[in-house]
């Protein structure tokens, strides 16, 4: 099964949003090691520092680039994944106080 990796690379000037490809078999699911085996693959070298947002930071000082951030994972399978900057923008633009017509 294939497992794309939307991920993005923050550079001091900008931010790049890339994609990876994991093969895993039916049924599981990527581990730190498949994204650091896929990361190395790109010419990254990295650790993960927050598991829970899936950060990494590069291993060498020196490099570019100072973090990689995994937005997503797309395995073909249905999934509902909440967009934060979306609900954020909606809820600013809802009146606060809703009353009756």
Do not use: A, W
Not at 10 to 34: A, C, S, V, W
Not at 48 to 61: A, G, H, S, W
Not at 74 to 90: A, N, P, V
């Amino acid at each position: 099964m294939e497992c794309i990796v939307h991920f993005e690379v923050q550079y001091k000037q900008e931010t790049k949003e890339l994609r990876g490809l994991i093969f895993l078999d039916e049924g599981e699911k990527p581990t730190e090691k498949d994204f650091l085996l896929m990361f190395e693959g790109m010419g990254y070298k990295l650790r993960l520092t927050d598991p829970e947002n899936l950060v990494f930071t590069p291993i060498v000082p020196s490099s570019e680039y100072q973090r990689i951030r995994i937005r997503r994972l797309d395995t073909g399978e249905e999934s509902y994944q909440e967009d934060r900057e979306l609900k954020s923008l909606i809820s600013n633009l809802l009146p606060k106080d809703s009353r009756p017509i």
